[in-house]
């Protein structure tokens, strides 16, 4: 999982940059009904990153891991991201991932095939959950930086 680190790693370092180029008003502005700002899609990948620090640990100690799923409007609703300073969320955003990949790093190869069942979903392993959450990010990360 080396590589998977090394490459979130990377992808925080690259977006930083872009992501500090975006003004205060720009990541507040409206998108449209039902639609999150710049501010709440990061508060998003801030929750996606304290989601998945619990379960890539808890599925290191347990096979099957079961975890309950993540009801994400309400996550990011109850976070209040709007109300926060888009410096804070960079750097909680950056920290957070930082250390996840400090994390995946250290899960020892035996453990990636264990099998893991998030909100009553078919099983997964480990090591999908883990390469998943970095496609989630680069998803969401491009909806914030190449948004009008």
Same mark, same amino acid.
């Given at each position: 999982?080396i %590589?998977v680190?090394q490459?979130?790693?990377t992808?925080? @370092?690259?977006a ?9 008003? %720009?990541?507040?502005?409206d ?8 501010k709440?899609?990061?508060?998003? =990948?801030? %929750? ?8 890539f ?5 347990v %096979? ?5 799923g993540?009801?994400? @409007?309400?996550?990011?609703a109850?976070?209040?991201?709007? @109300? ?15 250390? =996840? ?11 990636l095939?264990?099998k893991c069942e998030?909100g ?6 480990l ?5 998943d ?6 998803h ?7 948004? @009008?």
């Amino acid at each position: 999982m080396i %590589d998977v680190a090394q490459e979130l790693r990377t992808r925080v @370092d690259e977006a930083l940059p872009r992501l500090q180029k975006v003004s205060e008003a %720009d990541a507040a502005r409206d998108q449209g009904p039902g639609k999150w700002v710049k501010k709440e899609i990061l508060g998003h =990948l801030i %929750d996606s990153a304290a989601n998945n620090h619990q379960r890539f640990v808890r599925a290191q100690r347990v %096979d099957p891991f079961v975890w309950p799923g993540y009801e994400q @409007d309400h996550w990011v609703a109850a976070n209040r991201y709007r @109300d926060r300073p888009w410096a804070e969320l960079q750097g909680l955003w950056a920290a957070l991932n930082r250390h =996840l990949a400090h994390v995946i790093e250290g899960v020892p190869s035996g453990r990636l095939a264990t099998k893991c069942e998030i909100g009553g979903e078919a099983p997964v392993t480990l090591e999908w959950l883990i390469r998943d959450y970095l496609e989630h990010m680069e998803h969401h990360l491009e909806q914030i930086l190449t948004a @009008d």
